[in-house]
């Protein structure tokens, strides 16, 4: 296959960054909100709960977006934003997930934001749900074990789409909603430890979440007109260790896990592989005929994050894990690894892209996608900067790849880095795993003064927005 044609991306491209509330809003408990499940979780995904904020947890006061969220939307306008990855925090609009009335000042305040985004013509893109599950949900109810969640999540939705409906067209229903499976915790605010949680109860939890996700597709489409409504995946390419078939197999099997939830967004139904799996593994669903009618409101297009590859094998002795975003899986011996050992991998960016293009034919949204890398800051003519050559070889890398899709024929709407500006990590909770082209200035021990720093690849973003990709560079990354 050839190089892309010199100009790929279409003029419609969705250039931004990607955001979460919980990991840079901080006034965690400000203006009524209520707490959510990252607020007693303050080493982050793989740290111990705690049974109440603690102060060693950064996600409390993160980057004060709460209080700067003006002076950070001018930064991203700066750079030439089209669109921007914000979702919004459930418990500020429902502290306890199970209110009958909503907070009017959490609603409040994502006015402001969307006030200030449309004043410099950022398109909101925003996740209803994103690993921030108000913190009552999870100690009453477990989470989406619960089928009661479906009610307190389409309650919410309706007054997000009720308030903001007339100004916000690009909705994703939930983060990375196959981690479910992988971090319970995180991706279904579920407390019993994921060792003690039974196939049959997560699998239950999975279709409540599926189940809620069409439901707000179908809630969005009756009440705003144009109104585009993607699901979120965490996309993770599965390459077999070896040639042999049963390696093949295995990472065809290890792939499934993942494309399930894509399938069922895009299809409508759940494909004939999970029905075997479940039938197999003694999983007997609680399906309801309204569920199946319900599911059948399927996605306008499917977004995703990208950060690395796996490999998988049949071999239980090559069975070597590796680090890495929070799905894990067999080490590549052919690709280098970050800091924190995620295994960096431009052209499986291409490949994904192809099969979810080729598997589902709806246009895709690169939704995160960067690299975690600890930064320096340096002064270049008296002022504070960072020298990120890594993080713009690493985006540039992965960009031509995406021009190379396009060129493919995939249908790619946009492209939003996460972490645009330094937040706090999931996986982690720290301040120092940067993905930014904004530095924060706070460290893992919470201090700093939170100034903002534009970075070297700062200006190098904003030069790709305004070439609309043309100012790329060729180099490692071609194919
Ligand atoms: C994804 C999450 C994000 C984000 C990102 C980077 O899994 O959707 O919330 O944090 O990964 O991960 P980390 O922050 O752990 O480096």
Redesign the pocket.
Known sequence: MTGPTSQPFPETFLWGGAT?AN?IEGAHDADGKGLSIQDVLPQ?IVGPRTAHPTPDNLKLEAIDFYHRYAADIALLAEMGFKVFRLSIAWSRIFPNGDDEKPNEAGLAFYDRVLDELERHGIEPLVTIS??ETPLALAEKYNGWASRKLIGFYERYVRVLFDRYGHRVRYWLTF??IN?LLHFPIIGGAILTPKEELSRQDQFQAVHHVLVASALATRIAHEQIPDARVGCMV?AIPVYPLTPAPSDVLAALDADHTNLLFGDVHVRGAYPGYAMRYMRENGIELDITDEDREILTNTVDFVSF?Y?MSVCETADPDQRHTGDG??IGGVRNPTLRDTE?GWQIDPVGLRIVLNQFWDRWQKPLFIV?NGL?AKDELVHVDGRPTVDDDYRIAYLNDHLLQVAEAIADGVDVLGYTP??CIDLV????AQMS?R?GFVYVDRDDDGTGTLARYRKKSFHWYADVIRSNGASLRRGDGRP
């Not at 990590?425 to 982690?428: D, F, R, Y």
């Open positions: 979460a990991q982050g994103h690993y983060n990375e981690s965490l994050s950060y975003n929070i924190w995160e975690g996460w972490g990590s999931a996986s982690t795993k993905y």
